[in-house]
């Protein structure tokens, strides 16, 4: 189960931390990602950290602006927004995939089975 929290009203240039915490004892062997979804559009890719390497993924609308970490002594994952933009605003969603031997495409929603459900940010101009 997932919970995803930290959402909420904001200025353009400001910054948030959205945080997702998930029940279980093998949160290290979950993949993490953030997926994002404005209103009349479809649900999108926003950051990634896989499970023991901590490699990190974003899409290119974030870069440079956001972080992805994980605490895994916590079972949370977190999502720092740096200079945060109207654009941003959406309903952000925590999801997580079981760790795989092979390739994983970390933007592909598809690719998780379990998803939290949501938080608003809100990006005033």
């Known amino acids: 189960q997932l919970q995803a929290s930290g959402g909420g009203l904001v200025q353009a240039g400001g910054s948030l931390r959205l945080s997702c915490a998930a029940s279980?004892?093998?949160?290290?062997?979950?993949?993490m990602g953030w997926f994002r979804q404005a209103p009349g559009k479809e649900r999108e890719f926003v950051a990634a950290i896989s499970w023991s390497t901590g490699n990190t993924y974003y899409a290119d609308s974030v870069k440079g602006r956001s972080a992805i970490s994980r605490a895994n002594a916590k079972n949370t994952v977190y999502l720092q927004m740096n200079n945060l933009k109207p654009e941003d605003t959406a309903v952000y969603y925590c999801?997580?995939?079981?760790?795989?031997?092979?390739?994983?495409?970390?933007?592909?929603?598809?690719?998780?089975?379990?998803w939290g459900q949501g938080t608003q940010v809100t990006v005033s101009s």
């Open positions: 279980g004892r093998t949160f290290s062997e979950y993949a």
């Open positions: 999801a997580a995939k079981a760790r795989i031997s092979g390739s994983w495409y970390p933007s592909r929603s598809v690719e998780y089975a379990y």
